[in-house]
Nanobody, 126 residues
Framework: QVQLVESGGGVVQAGGSLRLSCVVSGRTVTYYTMGWFRQAPGKEREFVAAINWNGGSTWYADSLKGRFTISRDNAKNTVYLQMNSLKPEDTAVYYC???????????????????WGQGTQVTVSS
């Protein structure tokens, strides 16, 4: 199964930018659709973005499209999330995972990985 290591978070001022990275390792990594989720204190984990195996298709939470960009570099086994125009409401722990579609929702593909990574904290100050 897949192992996941997120990095790149930090503390930024509102309006600033960050780029998160997710290093993915394990068997048959290349062909997974990958995604980002985030979870703020006291709130449910929510879908952020997804990207298919070759980067040809991307999907975003409606509220985030235009500010966030997901990409991947399969040669580096890495998925990225470029976050621009950050807002305090973006403050959360960000996680990556293989994902799948279920109805009109994106969910973690729990069959494809054993454990969530540690996540990376993003804090946006006002």
């Amino acid at each position: 199964q897949v192992q996941l290591v997120e990095s790149g978070g930090g503390v930024v001022q509102a309006g600033g930018s960050l780029r998160l990275s997710c290093v993915v390792s394990g068997r048959t990594v290349t062909y997974y659709t990958m995604g980002w989720f985030r979870q703020a204190p006291g709130k449910e984990r929510e879908f952020v973005a997804a990207i298919n195996w070759n980067g040809g298709s991307t999907w975003y939470a409606d509220s985030l499209k235009g500010r966030f960009t997901i990409s991947r570099d399969n040669a580096k086994n890495t998925v990225y999330l470029q976050m621009n125009s950050l807002k305090p409401e973006d403050t959360a722990v960000y996680y990556c995972a293989p994902v799948l579609q279920s109805g009109n929702r994106w969910l973690a593909n729990v069959a494809a990985f054993a454990s969530w990574g540690q996540g990376t904290q993003v804090t946006v100050s006002s």
